[in-house]
Structures are given as structure tokens and as C-alpha cells.
């Protein structure tokens, strides 16, 4: 049987793509699946997912040893980007393309995000990601890569607690510029489809909603509908990074080592 890896099943994109690739895999395809952690699992997820024929395992960014035990035999591999930032999961990023190619892993797809192709005025968001994405083409392995729009979900779920604690305001810098996001769930789908298979060989796909709404609008919407009193608060990338720099958020963030999407 061909053998296909799908890390980061213990995060919310991963999750779902493990669900969807159990539906789709033809039965000469095997699945493993890679957390951190399994108490991370749910124990009827992970009992799902067994009982569906996928092995489910431990293996690290930052233990090779485990990577290796994974990746030996392996026709493709999906590795799932930390939500980290900066030198801590360029670090990890490359360990696992380095391992994967050692390993003799014949294809390695990747969840990117908009903006990685840029060869100028890059945001800061996708930054880690054109790193990763130079370090694929790089590696000489045939390839995948999506690149994931801000995923609808994060605004009721990160966006918006997070209006309360910024004085009612939504601190951002897209300046009005409309943005389509998607479904977490729907790029959770397009990872498990390419992961068997089922994209064109290096090629990379942009994943995003089927309608681009500034983020004036979407908070004009909510606002309507619960009644919230908030507002935009559109800055530069500079001050938007400092913003968040001085609240500590980027160094929380970069303190946990493995946090997938």
C-alpha cells in the first residue's frame, strides 16, 4: 500500500483534513496521522480514525528521530504550518522539509498563505511562509502548496474577543482593501485532496472564499446584527506590528512551540 502523511492532526485545520482524507483514500492508500501530543486528540476522534484504518502517532518538528520514523517510506507528506512566528518556526519548517527529503519522501505539500508569491512589499503574515516556500522549491521534491486566505472563522473566534480588549476596536491595516476569506473547513478539504493526490505536480493553489468584503463591511454587519458598538482602527504595517509587540502577543505566541492552525 502507498503511504501518505498528514501532520498536525490535533489542530482545527488538520482535524477536518484527517476526516476528509479517510472518506477519499482509495484502498491501496494508507493514511498516518502526526500530532505532538495524542492526549491532544479527542478519544472518539481518535478512535474514529483507527477504526477508519489510519495509524495515528507522535512525531515533533523539533525530534527529528521522530520525523524519520514517519516519513521513511512515504510517497507524500503534508506538514501543517505552526501558528507560530518568526525564527522558531522557520526552524521547524525546515527541519521537516530536510527530513522529508531525506527520508526519500517523493512529494511534500505545504499550507501556505496569500501573499507568499509576492516579490515586494511582502506583508508580515506571509513572511515565514515565503521562507518555507523558497526552502521547498529548494529541496528538489515535487510539490504542493496552498496558500490559505484569513480563514472566516477567525473573526467570531480570534478577531472578536479580541475588539474588547483593544478599547472596542479592530486593529488592522488593510487599509479598505476587500479580502476573501474562507472556510477553515473548506481548505482543510483542499490539504487532504492534494495530500492523495488529486492536484497537478508543482503546483501551488491559492484557497480562498468566493467573495471579497472589506473588513468596514463585515464589521458593519455584525455590528447590525448584535448590536456591538466597535469600530476600525486601520494602521500601517509598522504600527500594527508594534501594536501587538507591545502587548506581548507575538512573544506569548512564540513561547509555544508547536500550535497548529
Known amino acids: 500500500m ?16 484527517a476526516d476528509y482524507a479517510l472518506e477519499i483514500a482509495r484502498p491501496n492508500q494508507r493514511l498516518v496521522f502526526t500530532t505532538y501530543n495524542l492526549e491532544a486528540i479527542p478519544e ?9 484504518g489510519a495509524e495515528v502517532t507522535v512525531a515533533s518538528y523539533d525530534d527529528v528521530p521522530s520525523l524519520e520514523k514517519v516519513f521513511k517510506g512515504a510517497e507524500a507528506v503534508t506538514f501543517i504550518s505552526t501558528g507560530l512566528f ?3 518556526r522557520k526552524r521547524q519548517h525546515k527541519t521537516v522539509i530536510d527530513t522529508a527529503k531525506a527520508c526519500g519522501v517523493k512529494r511534500i505539500c505545504y499550507t501556505s498563505f ?6 515586494k512589499d511582502l506583508p508580515f503574515l506571509p513572511q515565514d511562509h515565503k521562507y518555507t516556500e523558497g526552502l521547498i522549491y529548494e ?3 515535487s510539490y504542493n502548496i496552498q496558500r490559505n486566505y484569513l480563514y472566516a472563522d477567525n473573526i467570531p473566534q480570534l478577531f472578536a474577543p479580541a475588539w474588547e480588549y483593544c478599547g472596542n476596536k479592530w486593529t488592522l491595516n488593510s487599509k479598505g482593501v476587500p479580502a476573501a476569506y474562507v472556510a477553515r473547513e473548506d481548505c482543510s478539504r483542499v490539504a487532504a485532496a492534494l495530500l492523495l493526490g488529486k492536484g497537478e505536480a508543482n503546483t501551488v493553489y491559492n484557497v480562498t472564499g468566493p467573495e471579497a468584503v472589506s473588513d468596514y463591511k463585515v464589521l458593519e454587519y455584525i455590528c447590525s446584527k448584535t448590536g456591538l458598538k466597535a469600530e476600525v482602527q486601520d494602521m500601517t ?4 506590528e508594534k501594536y501587538w509587540v507591545d502587548k506581548d502577543f507575538l512573544g506569548r505566541s512564540s513561547r509555544t512551540s508547536q500550535n497548529f492552525q
Open 2 to 17: 502507498l503511504k501518505y502523511v498528514l501532520t498536525g492532526v490535533d489542530g482545527k485545520l488538520g482535524s477536518v483534513a
Open 44 to 52: 472518539d476522534t481518535l478512535k474514529r480514525w483507527t477504526e477508519k
Open 86 to 88: 518568526g525564527e522558531t
Open 114 to 119: 496569500i501573499g507568499a508569491g509576492l516579490e
Open 139 to 141: 529541496s528538489g521534491l
Open 237 to 240: 504595517d509598522e504600527e500594527l
